[in-house]
């Protein structure tokens, strides 16, 4: 990526939680509303159609968080939290709407033929939110939060396994050289994470300063967060003074809220992103939908986990973004055909692929749970779930959970699936009250 203007990008508007993939819905009668930044014809509230000025508070609703809410740029975990950092902190690159990456605090980020060697070129006149100028050591600072081996954050699992730390360094101010061990071809698709916000090597969480539209004001965890509109950003000025996240703890209360006029935006994760592109068919716009969710949230980091595993890189055709454009060239007609589905995939592997391979119904991908559960899960079984905490704290019955496991090692009835979840129960179990989770 080697992109040195300043990009024509959507983002400053839409950035209330546009890199999680979901969309925001305004209330009846109110124009589309998002937190950071206006369009040159439509504006920040209000009645339907016409100018409208800038300034004001807006609310936005979104469902979940609780007493473990946070603002670490680095460890969102629910969608207030997203949020929250969405506004806060920016990435060194973003994702545009067409899947190209684009400069955001970095002007540049170019790889070596051999692509160990990535340098990148700080965006020069941007500053945190308490003044200070954002440098190459900021950058590096926030790489090494989030790669750090020991225990990587949500951005840095790939990072922490591919950077040489000692051979990686800051050039000057504005140029972080970043080394790695292997080569790594889409280093740059990385640091465009929304959860690798940049911030200063002196972040304090109790003071959270990031280079976004918002600056912190205050945080209620599991209540209300608010954020002002900061005076010196470097792209497109918010288009609100002030901007609210209301938690919620269910969908209903949240839509009561929004048609009561308690809040003027709530997440909608799906309507939006249906509509979103412009594309012509349903089918495409399922298959759009799909990548922004689907994909990258289940499919797409559960095959990264598995192939990292053992070194092997697989997701590349996914992530590239010539394919996603090849695949939405097709219309949805051409892709689907009365119940044949990947019609083009299909004609492409008729002289490839045996006859009775292209026609036979989908195969699923299921975990062997039963020889799991019968064999090399049975020590586990016998000494962390019989034995464990939710029986000795009156979760489980232990008599009933002794005839299951009978059961299923007699071969009287298969239990497999039942005794996988009750045993990844006690080890969630065990993982938060270690933690010093309690109920409310």
């Keep these: 990526m080697n992109q040195n203007s300043r990009p024509n990008r959507d983002l400053s508007r839409r950035q209330l939680l546009r890199y999680s993939g979901i969309g925001v819905a305004a209330a009846a009668g109110s124009s589309f509303l998002v937190a950071c930044g206006g369009d040159d014809d439509s504006g920040g509230g209000g009645g339907g159609g016409g100018q409208q000025s800038s300034g004001g508070t807006l609310i936005h609703g979104a469902t979940g968080g609780g007493s473990k809410d946070t603002l ?20 060194l690159l973003f994702w545009n709407n067409t899947y190209e990456l684009e400069p955001a605090l ?37 790489i090494q939060r989030v790669s750090n081996p020991k225990a990587p954050l949500s951005a840095g699992g790939q990072l922490s396994t591919i950077l040489d730390f000692e051979a990686s360094k800051v050039v000057d101010p504005t140029t972080l050289q970043l080394v790695l061990k292997v080569p790594y071809a889409l280093l740059d698709s990385l640091l465009a994470e929304y959860t690798l916000g940049i911030i200063p090597t ?15 004001k205050s945080f209620d965890p599991g209540k209300t967060s608010t954020f002002t509109k900061y005076a010196d950003y470097w792209g497109d000025p918010a288009f609100v003074d002030e901007l609210q996240i209301q938690d919620f703890t269910d969908d209903s209360a949240k839509v009561n809220a929004l048609q ?91 002289d490839q692929v045996p006859r009775d391979v292209l026609d036979r119904p989908k195969a699923s991908f299921g975990a062997p749970l039963r020889a799991w559960v019968t064999n090399d899960l049975g020590p586990l079984i016998d000494d962390v779930l019989l034995d464990g905490r939710l029986v000795s704290s009156g979760f489980l019955r232990l008599q009933p959970l002794r005839r299951m496991v009978s059961d299923q090692r007699s071969g009287r009835s298969d239990q497999s699936k039942q005794l996988w979840q009750l045993l990844s129960m006690e080890l969630w179990y065990r993982s938060v009250t270690a933690a010093g989770v309690s109920a409310p």
């Design 202 to 216: 002196d972040f304090d969480i109790a003071n959270p300063v990031g280079t976004g539209a918002f600056a912190y």
């Design 72 to 91: 670490d740029p680095h460890a969102p975990v629910t969608n207030p939290d997203i949020a929250r950092v969405s506004n806060l902190y920016e990435p």
């Design 106 to 142: 970095a002007e540049s980020v170019e790889g070596s033929k051999d692509a160990k060697t990535w340098t990148i070129k700080m965006r020069q006149g941007v500053t945190f939110h308490n003044g200070k100028d954002v440098t190459a050591d900021d950058a590096w600072f926030s």
């Design 260 to 350: 009561s006029g308690q809040v003027q935006t709530v997440v909608e994760a799906h309507r939006r992103l249906y509509t979103d592109g412009g594309l012509p068919d349903h089918v495409n716009r399922m298959c759009l939908t799909d990548s922004r969710l689907f994909l990258p949230g289940l499919n797409l980091a559960y095959t990264d986990r598995s192939s990292m595993s053992t070194s092997t890189e697989v997701r590349v055709p996914f992530v590239d973004p010539y394919v996603f454009q090849a695949a939405f060239s097709f219309r949805g007609a051409q892709k689907i055909r009365g119940r044949t589905q990947k019609v083009p995939l299909r004609h492409v592997a008729e």
